[in-house]
């Protein structure tokens, strides 16, 4: 049997100018374990009130950072890469990352990001505290 655990990073676009948006993702090292389902949490906040884009990247270990999905509008539910699927939830301020069965295969640190729509240059990123999935053995 396996366990997984997940590293998340949570990823600011900001935007020069008096706007500002900010990610959390509350939960830190995360051990799931083969064929459970999973769910990261990433919460956003957006002070102007104008639309999001929201995304969801990993990384896995010695490999490149890869986009999982992203939501711009439209279907609420995204659904992503190797049956990954978020759920952008205005009311809550919520873009859940979550997967119905766990791989070991699915270990590395996953960040979420937020960024808005106007067409202007973005600052820099803030980076949150990580959160890890990794697959270990157990007996």
């Known amino acids: 049997m396996f366990s997984a655990t997940l590293l998340l990073l949570g990823v600011l676009f900001t935007v020069r100018g008096t706007r500002a948006q900010s990610v959390s993702q509350p939960d830190g090292h995360i051990t ?12 956003y906040s957006s002070t102007y009130g104008a639309s999001v884009y929201l995304f969801w990247y990993v990384q896995h270990p010695s490999q490149n950072l890869q986009l999982l999905l992203k939501y711009v509008a439209g279907n609420t539910l995204v659904n992503g890469i190797k049956d990954f699927q978020a759920e952008f939830k205005k009311s809550e301020s919520t873009f859940h990352l979550r997967k119905s069965s766990a791989h070991w295969s699915d ?8 960024s808005d729509t106007v067409p202007e240059t973005a600052g820099g990123a803030e980076h949150k505290p990580p959160e890890t999935l990794e697959f270990s053995e157990t007996q």
Not at 33 to 42: A, K, P
Not at 107 to 112: A, D, K, R
């Open 107 to 114: 270990s590395g640190v996953y960040f979420c990001a937020v």
């Open 32 to 43: 799931v374990s083969e064929g459970t389902s999973l769910e990261l949490r990433c919460n």
